[in-house]
C-alpha cells in the first residue's frame, strides 16, 4: 500500500511564504508523475503545479514567477515553495502522485489536503 501525506499548511500574511510537503510512504519505487492541486470553497479543484519523472515541470497561470515545485527523489517527497502569497491562494492544497510500487503496479493517489489561508 501507498499513502501520500501533506504537511506544512498553515495561516500566512499577504506576502509570506510556505513550503508544502507531500510525503510517499510504503510501498514506493518511483514516483513518476507528481502534482499539487488546490479547491477553494466554492471553486473547482485546480491544478497548481506538476512534475514528471523527467523533469517537465508545468505551473498553472496563476502562481507562475511565485511557487517552485521540486522532489527529492531519496526520501519520496514532493515540495511545493509558496512565495508572495495572496488571498486568493487561500484553499485546501492536495497532493496526487502517480506511483510505480515495488509489486511493479502503477497507480495514483492522492493525499488528504493542506489548508493554507492568506489572510491579514
Known amino acids: 500500500q501507498v499513502q501520500l501525506v501533506e504537511s506544512g499548511g498553515g495561516l500566512v500574511q499577504p506576502g509570506g511564504s510556505l513550503r508544502l510537503s507531500c510525503l510517499a510512504s510504503g510501498d514506493v519505487f518511483s514516483i513518476n508523475v507528481a502534482e499539487w492541486y488546490r479547491q477553494a470553497p466554492g471553486k473547482e479543484r485546480e491544478l497548481v503545479a506538476s512534475l514528471n519523472v523527467r523533469s517537465i515541470i508545468k505551473y498553472a497561470d496563476s502562481v507562475k514567477g511565485r511557487f517552485i515545485i521540486s522532489r527529492d527523489s531519496n526520501k519520496n517527497t514532493v515540495y511545493l515553495q509558496m512565495t508572495n502569497l495572496k488571498p486568493e491562494d487561500t484553499a485546501v492544497y492536495l497532493c496526487?502522485?502517480?506511483?510505480?510500487?515495488?509489486?511493479?503496479?502503477?497507480?495514483?493517489?492522492w493525499g488528504q489536503g493542506t489548508q493554507v489561508s492568506v489572510s491579514s
Open positions: 496526487h502522485a502517480q506511483i510505480l510500487t515495488t509489486k511493479w503496479v502503477t497507480s495514483d493517489y
